[in-house]
């Protein structure tokens, strides 16, 4: 048996999350996290535990994800990747593995992440499975202007999951923007230091509402300011969710 210290890795993988209960772990569930993890012990040839730089709740994907995992010595990290992929089911692949300090963590070490929602404004039957069909008017010009409210909160208590472990809902929005990407497709893209459990789909839901004129601009301030997430909009479906990028500083890295 090998032992599994010395040496930390991170993964960079891919995946459509339709067929999973999330990221993490699940008692009745399957995940991506212990999807991921079997196949690196089969091929290792022993038990790996896999850390991710976050959760995604069901049905969200990833274009981009990296979690890290600890192994005895050197790995041929190109001929990793290749079984890996041989044996992952078709909706995850992983893309690259890279060698990093031994204390270097997915989670902890991540500068900022950026996720994208996109929404159709017009019934578009390839893109039903990735995209939230809203066919009610939206003004967008009006929610990229609450998109600028983001900019000068910390604290996002109105967007989180109630009953969540975390000691702080503080978190740095650095970008938030809604961009028409097709005739009738428009693109959210959020990027932030930290995102809450359920935060994207939040402030989404309460986007749209403002979109909808059923928020004013001032309301949307007060939403934020009543660190209350029964003020907020609904949670908007999380099969239009993409967690997109992921960054590290260089000196992680070996």
Known sequence: MTDS????????????????????????????????????????????????????????????????????????????????NRILPPDISVSAIREVRPDAHARFDAVYRTYQYHIVTHKEPFSRHYAWQVFM????????????????????????????DVKTNNCKIMHALWEQTGAYEWTFTIRADRFLRNMVRAVVGTLVDVGRNKLTLDDFRGVIEAKDRCKAGTSVPGKALFLTEISYPDSIFI
Not at 17 to 30: A, F, M, V
Not at 145 to 163: G, M, P, Q, V
């Open 5 to 84: 210290s010395g040496h930390r890795y991170f993964i960079y993988l891919a995946y459509d999350g339709t067929n999973y209960h999330g990221w993490q772990i699940q008692p009745n569930g399957s995940s991506v996290q212990e999807t991921l993890a079997d196949a690196l012990s089969l091929v290792l040839r022993y038990k790996t535990e896999v850390v991710g730089a976050g959760r995604t709740d069901a049905g969200v994907h990833a274009a981009l994800m990296v979690a890290h995992f600890d192994w005895g010595g050197v790995l041929d990290t190109v001929s990793l990747v290749d079984k890996l």
């Open 137 to 164: 008017p939206l003004n967008f010009e009006q929610m990229n202007e609450a998109c600028r409210i983001l900019f000068e909160y910390t604290d996002f208590t109105s967007f989180s999951k109630l009953h969540t």
